[in-house]
């Protein structure tokens, strides 16, 4: 298994545009969670989806971020308009639910977001 | 609410061994994890403890108290490839959610 893969692995974008990061997470893993990680804050829980459900968003820092779970092989995270302080590395992660043996998130290897 | 504690900083000498240390207080408690992150790299799974007790994998084991609140990462045999950032994981209130805590930057030095 290729694990999780997100893209892009760098943007560099302008303050007011819109950036969308994706992510395609691990076949037969049916949660899938987004994570946001500055040194401030460590890593913070954004939402997470269960069978393409989004079950909490609670962490989505404000309406300007938006998610989407189209299929069970696709995620998006979207900013707009993105700003300064979302610079971060954005991570994608999944799991099998517990109990399956295989326990623990496997994450993919970030989108570092600079927003200028 | 949710509070996961862990010192910001530790630093060890190659072959010795350092326990890294986490309390936790968190809405609901279904298994606490370890994770370990290289610099510029994702974090990856490093240990699962759910019952009270030690698990042992090798150089690592990891230690869990429910009733304190409790849990430590023990290395061994430190090695310059052990420094990294340790992160304690709690599952809390959802049955998959993971909250982080803020990590302990590990260095080692020879």
Redesign the interface.
């Known amino acids: 298994d290729a694990g999780v893969i997100q893209s892009p692995r760098h943007e560099v974008t302008e303050m007011g545009q819109e950036v969308t990061l994706r992510c395609k997470p691990i076949s037969g893993h049916d949660y899938l969670f987004w994570y946001r990680q500055t040194m401030m804050r460590g890593l913070e829980l954004l939402i997470y989806f269960n069978n393409n459900v989004p079950i909490d968003d609670s962490g989505m820092p404000e309406d300007r971020f938006s998610a989407k779970m189209p299929n069970a092989s696709f995620s998006t995270l979207k900013i707009q308009p993105s700003e300064p302080r979302d610079s971060a590395v954005y991570f994608c992660a999944s799991s099998a639910p517990a109990g399956r043996g295989d326990y623990g998130y496997t994450f993919g290897s970030g989108t570092r977001l600079t927003v200028v | 609410g949710q509070n996961i504690d862990q010192p910001t900083e530790m630093t060890a000498t190659e072959g010795a061994i350092v326990q890294i240390n986490c309390t936790y207080q968190t809405s609901g408690f279904?298994?606490l994890?370890w994770?370990q992150q290289h610099a510029g790299?994702?974090?990856?799974?490093l240990s699962?403890n759910v019952l009270d007790g030690l698990e042992e994998k090798g150089r690592f084991s990891s230690f869990l108290s429910r009733s304190k609140g409790y849990s430590y990462l023990l290395l061994k045999e430190l090695q310059m490839k052990d420094s990294a950032s340790y992160?304690c994981a709690v599952?809390s209130?959802?049955?998959?959610?993971?909250?982080?805590?803020?990590?302990t930057r590990l260095a080692v030095h020879p």
């Open positions: 279904n298994g994890f994770y790299e994702a974090p990856t799974f699962y992160l599952f209130g959802g049955y998959n959610k993971l909250i982080f805590g803020a990590g």
